[in-house]
């Protein structure tokens, strides 16, 4: 039994390490539309390198006047190789809830616009 933390010390340090998600370089466009009891989404803008996957909104907060999302996306491994230059994401998403506008932030920026009904 004095092995079982060595072991389980080697396992997780054997694990692959999974990149936390980052919220992307900027936003440049975004609709929201309410849909019955969701808040429909859907988000254009950028990351400053390739290999990002996984782009996706993210619900900080509403309060049923203002929603407030990031916009997110997993960053590639420090050891890949990869474009340098801003490469286009997108991400939608459907949020159960009522908001008159949506507020997204990426990294260098923020957009905020009126839900259409």
Do not use: Y
Not at 72 to 87: F, K, N, S, W
Not at 90 to 112: L, M, P
């Amino acid at each position: 039994m004095k092995f079982l933390p060595i072991i389980a010390i080697l396992l997780l340090s054997a694990a692959p390490s999974m990149a936390a998600d980052k919220r992307v370089f900027r936003i440049d466009s975004l609709i929201a539309t309410q849909k019955g009891s969701e808040v429909l989404l859907q988000a254009k803008g950028a990351v400053s390198t390739g290999g990002w996957s996984k782009a996706r909104l993210r619900l900080v907060h509403n309060d049923g006047r203002v929603m407030t999302v990031e916009f997110l996306a997993t960053p590639p491994p420090p050891e890949m190789r990869v474009i340098d230059g801003l490469v286009p994401v997108t991400a939608s998403a459907q949020i159960r809830g009522h908001a008159a506008t949506v507020h997204v932030q990426a990294e260098a920026n923020e957009i905020t616009s009126q839900v259409l009904r």
